[in-house]
């Protein structure tokens, strides 16, 4: 935390809930639904493994939570929320009458009263809850910060009930993306973004109020490394879209690519210079190719399509 510090960097840890947790199922199967022993997950995707409903399963996370604020001064603590499966908790007789104990009607609402028993518990120890834009999905307390990933809706819907935002879409910051339409990008997922796609990012939607705009904090760019076999394919990866990033995020909504390409031609010197192994402009070198390999590509319209769906009950609300 002292070297963070000292350069003026907050770092915000997460405890993932109630998905994404199969390493903490491993180690503790009684948090789990079906209570029955697992592996920690050995692949990247969505497990359809989740936390159960009973109070000693939020005691376990609160305590953990509480672990987490002795290490970490950070103001925000994030909880996760992303890519929460809801079959188990369809299947599960004992969820089910958790459900009927609790009021709640739906499979949707366990996840918001799962989320809103941490936030409860951070509001009181004065932090506040940093969680992917699902847990727009349900109620939260005033002071809940959302990350916008699914796209800018999240981002939208956020600020415009109240709550602060740090608009991070995958549709224009995931580093982790393809960064063309080449077969010899290294292992491609999703959408292709360029450099000159990621510099065109805004993080203040135009569809905000100047008012409602005062919530977003800013942007973040993610780049998820979990298809990245060495620090060197990260570096290809993240530079230098992650300079486009920079400076969009710190200079004025006013932007010239042109006039920022011609600046970051210089830059690349010093990016060599300190042995940052970046993507070339004309394409992946010998090294970076993984020609072969499916991953996961996809178009903007099968993006949008899917997003579009996922969101749906973010633009309800």
């Keep these: 935390m002292a070297y963070a ?3 003026f960097i907050t770092v915000v840890p997460e405890i993932e809930t109630p998905g994404h947790v199969q390493a903490a199922l491993a180690a503790y199967p009684e948090l789990g639904v ?48 992303d890519e929460c499966p809801r079959d188990q908790w369809v299947a599960d007789p004992r969820t089910q009458e958790r459900m009927e104990e609790l009021d709640i009607a739906h499979e949707a609402d366990v996840q918001t009263w799962f989320t809103r028993r941490l936030d409860d518990h951070l ?21 809940a910060t959302v990350a916008s990933w699914r796209g800018m809706a999240g981002a939208v819907a956020a600020a415009k009930r109240g709550h602060d935002v740090v608009a991070c879409p995958d549709d224009r910051v995931y580093l982790d993306y393809r960064q063309s339409e080449s077969l010899e990008e290294p292992i491609p997922v999703s959408i292709p973004l360029t450099v000159e796609d990621v510099y065109a990012f805004e993080p203040v939607p135009s569809e905000l109020s100047p008012e409602e705009a005062k919530h977003i904090l800013g942007g973040q760019a993610n780049i998820w490394t979990e298809h990245m076999d060495s620090p060197r394919t990260v570096d290809y990866l ?15 909504a006013e932007r010239d690519f042109a006039e920022f390409s011609a600046r970051l031609d210089q830059h690349l010197s010093r990016l060599d210079a300190v042995g940052v192994e970046y993507r070339h402009a004309d394409g992946p ?33």
Excluded: M, Y
């Design 5 to 7: 510090a000292e350069r």
């Design 123 to 143: 509001t009181k120890a004065g932090r506040r809850l940093f969680g992917w834009d699902e847990i727009l999905e349900g109620d939260l307390a005033p002071g």
């Design 238 to 252: 993240a530079f230098p879209r992650l300079c486009a990033v920079a400076e969009a995020l710190w200079g004025p």
């Design 34 to 81: 079906t209570g029955e022993q697992v592996q920690v997950w050995p692949r990247w995707g969505i497990n359809k493994n989740v936390l159960n409903t009973e109070e000693s399963t939020v005691t376990f996370f609160t305590n953990v939570l509480d672990e987490v604020l002795d290490l970490f001064p950070s103001t925000f603590i994030g909880v996760g929320g």
């Design 285 to 317: 070198k010998p090294w970076q190719k993984r020609p072969g390999i499916p991953g996961r590509p996809a178009s903007r319209e099968e993006r949008a399509a899917h997003i579009a769906e996922l969101v749906e009950n973010i633009t309800a609300s």
